[in-house]
Each structure stands twice: as structure tokens, then as C-alpha cells.
């Protein structure tokens, strides 16, 4: 059993910059496959960055891809989500999650939140204009 706790969130303004925190407790954090979803009010949860169980491949959503930087250290086992130049539509309450490390090389399953075992509490993330 693995539990994840996000930390980091916060209201910033635009073009500000935040570092979300997602530390595991057990055993098996350095086997699984990573990754940040996002959901705003109303929507669904929306995959954002994944990162595999060796740091080695990562992967990004279009619209973050150059302002946001998903990294890992196994030895505290922790995830994080550097978030630069932030924008008001990446408002949204932000989850880490957990799942196998084969999760990474299996193409889009990636992006499902039902391909995820383990789920953090979530983290607020407001960005003002």
C-alpha cells in the first residue's frame, strides 16, 4: 500500500511560480510509474506530467510543456511539479498519483486516471490575473 501527500499549492499570480510536493510513504515508490493530474471546477481530472520509475522518460500535456518540470527523488521518496510562468487557466485542485512501472511504455493509458493505483488528497492551485 502506498499513500501520497501533496504539498505546495497556493493562490500566486499570474506569471508566478510554484513547486507542488507529493511525498509516498511505503515501500514501492522508486517501482511506479508517476504523474500529476489536474481538475478544475466542473471538468474532469486531466492528466498534466508523468514521469517514469527511473526519471528517464517523462511527459507533458501540450499546454505545460515548457513551463512545467516533473522530477523525482527515489531516495525521499518524492515526486515534484516545478510550475513556472503560471496562467489563470491552470487553476485547479492538483493530484499526484501512482501507478505500475510498466504504466509509462503503454501509450495513451498514461493519460487515464483509472490506469493509477494510488492518489494523493489533492492540492489547490489558484493563479489570479
Known amino acids: 500500500q502506498v499513500q501520497l501527500v501533496e504539498s505546495g499549492g497556493g493562490l500566486v499570480q499570474a506569471g508566478d511560480s510554484l513547486r507542488l510536493s507529493c511525498t509516498a510513504s511505503?515501500?514501492?515508490?522508486?517501482?511506479?510509474?508517476m504523474a500529476w493530474f489536474r481538475q478544475a471546477p466542473g471538468k474532469g481530472r486531466d492528466i498534466v506530467a508523468v514521469?517514469?520509475?527511473?526519471?528517464?522518460?517523462?511527459y507533458y500535456i501540450n499546454s505545460v510543456k515548457g513551463r512545467f518540470t516533473i522530477s523525482r527523488d527515489n531516495a525521499k521518496n518524492t515526486v515534484y511539479l516545478q510550475m513556472n510562468s503560471l496562467k489563470p487557466e491552470d487553476t485547479a485542485v492538483y493530484y499526484c498519483?501512482?501507478?505500475?512501472?510498466?504504466?509509462?511504455?503503454?501509450?495513451?493509458?498514461?493519460?487515464?486516471?483509472?490506469?493509477?493505483?494510488?492518489w494523493g488528497q489533492g492540492t489547490q492551485v489558484t493563479v489570479s490575473s
Open positions: 498519483a501512482g501507478g505500475s512501472s510498466s504504466l509509462i511504455r503503454r501509450g495513451s493509458y498514461v493519460h487515464s486516471p483509472t490506469s493509477y493505483d494510488y
Open positions: 511505503g515501500r514501492t515508490f522508486s517501482s511506479q510509474t
Open positions: 514521469i517514469s520509475w527511473s526519471g528517464d522518460i517523462t
